[in-house]
């Protein structure tokens, strides 16, 4: 690099036959579709230990429990997130059924008609 460029510190150099970066490197689509699952898995997970243990809270202060229905609920929650976490990595894999049944086509077969 001589004196009169600047300097660009974690940039890479541009390609030099004439491609451009988004062909080289491709676009980030791939990146941004890794970001979404694992958002909404994290989602998933937080969401049913919030959902099972609030409603375990709401049952230990209607029955004056020492909380058990509480633990019981984040216990479930927690269980429930991780199945369906299993379910969509397993899914996204190829490795387990599809959480849907395919919708039918113009002539009422499953699948499209394949």
Not at 1 to 20: I, N, Q
Request: hydrophobic content about 40%.
């Amino acid at each position: 690099m001589t004196s009169s460029e600047p300097s660009r510190v974690g940039v890479p150099p541009s390609p030099k036959d004439g491609a451009s970066p988004d062909q080289r490197h491709g676009d980030g689509r791939e990146f941004w579709v890794g970001m979404d699952q694992a958002t909404i898995m994290s989602l998933e997970m937080m969401s049913g230990i919030l959902l099972w243990g609030g409603l375990g809270w709401l049952l230990d202060g209607w029955l004056h429990t020492p909380h058990w229905f509480f633990g019981f609920g984040v216990m479930l929650g927690f269980a429930a997130g991780l199945y369906l976490v299993w379910l969509r990595t397993n899914n996204a894999t190829g490795t387990a059924p599809p959480l849907r049944a395919p919708l039918p086509d113009e002539k009422g077969r499953a699948g499209g008609g394949q």
